[in-house]
């Protein structure tokens, strides 16, 4: 079992810029990859981006492709997400999420554990 909490989200004015970080207790943080996943008011949840194992290879949703910049620390068992060039759209509770198996995903059900999420608002 792995617990995962999210922090960094707030207000921020579109073309602006947050960080969000998820730390990740209960089992080495290593052997899992890490997703990031968003749910806006009244949508469903989807995918934002997604880190493998060593952090070398990653994957991202076209919406936050050249703006979002996914990483990870294994070392301190903790995922980042860089969003810069923010907009009104990324407006979403951003949730973490851990998966055991093998191979990269990038949908919803692949994931085993979920944090909490953190609300980010984007204003115009």
């Known amino acids: 079992q792995v617990q995962l909490v999210e922090s960094g989200g707030g207000l921020v004015q579109a073309g602006g810029s947050l960080r969000l970080s998820c730390v990740t207790s209960?089992?080495?943080?290593?052997?899992?990859?890490m997703g990031w996943f968003r749910q806006a008011p009244g949508k469903e949840r989807e995918f934002v981006a997604v880190i493998s194992r060593s952090g070398d290879t990653t994957y991202y949703a076209d919406s936050v492709k050249g703006r979002f910049t996914g990483s990870r620390d294994n070392a301190k068992n903790t995922m980042y997400l860089q969003m810069n060039s923010l907009k009104p759209e990324d407006t979403a509770v951003y949730y973490c999420?851990?998966?055991?198996?093998?191979?990269?995903?990038?949908?919803?059900?692949?994931?085993?554990?979920w944090g909490q999420g953190t609300q980010v608002t984007v204003y115009s």
């Open positions: 209960g089992r080495t943080f290593g052997p899992y990859i």
């Open positions: 999420a851990a998966r055991e198996g093998g191979s990269i995903k990038t949908t919803i059900r692949d994931y085993d554990y």
